[in-house]
């Protein structure tokens, strides 16, 4: 029966002090501002810039606990904006966009400025102008080369093709 009586108070202490933190936790947690208690939840914007000019846009809810981990996660991102409840990230991606790898030409727009085209020259969907070439300059080859269109399938190809024609060059690049 000792063992009990004795029990019993060290029981009842423990429950009261469980019961008072418990209780002051909870306190503390309500005094916080609701931005403290409750997660963020932010539009995120993904833009990735290609090197042939095209751009993706990838738009999201992301619910954020931890800002540390948030911007951890986008380590590898710029950040262009920010405002509240909406943060823009861009990347840099080295490589040709998707579209351009499966269905990019090179080719001369009606100005005869070095283009992407989305698919043949001939069809005039420009994807990005890059400069004038000067035509006169041009040797016959070239010339029926840019008119049938480059395929670009990867990004070798890109990068032989601006060296190659940048010769030819006649104006500062294209701003579109």
């Known amino acids: 029966m000792k063992k009990i009586t004795f029990l019993f108070p ?3 202490i423990f429950i009261s002090i469980v019961s008072i933190h418990t209780f002051a936790g909870e306190d503390v947690e309500n005094d916080k501002p609701s931005w403290q208690r409750d997660p963020l939840v932010l539009e995120v914007v993904l833009q990735k810039q290609y090197i042939d000019g095209s751009m993706e846009q990838e738009t999201k809810e992301q ?15 710029t950040v262009m904006e920010q405002e509240e409840g909406r943060v823009v ?21 009606e100005n005869n400025v070095l283009s992407i085209f989305d698919g043949k020259p001939e069809n005039d969907n420009v994807i990005k102008a890059f400069y004038q070439i000067n035509v006169e300059k041009l040797e016959s080859y070239r010339m029926d080369q840019l008119e049938k269109g480059i395929k670009i399938n990867k990004k070798d190809t890109f990068d032989n093709v601006m060296e190659t024609f940048k010769e030819f060059a006649s104006s500062e690049p294209v701003n579109d």
Do not use: C
């Open 89 to 109: 990230f861009q990347k840099k991606i080295n490589d040709l966009s998707p579209t351009v790898k499966q269905n990019g030409y090179f080719g001369l727009d």
């Open 10 to 12: 060290i029981a009842a």
């Open 63 to 77: 619910t954020v606990w931890s800002l540390e981990d948030f911007w951890a996660g986008y380590a590898d991102w």
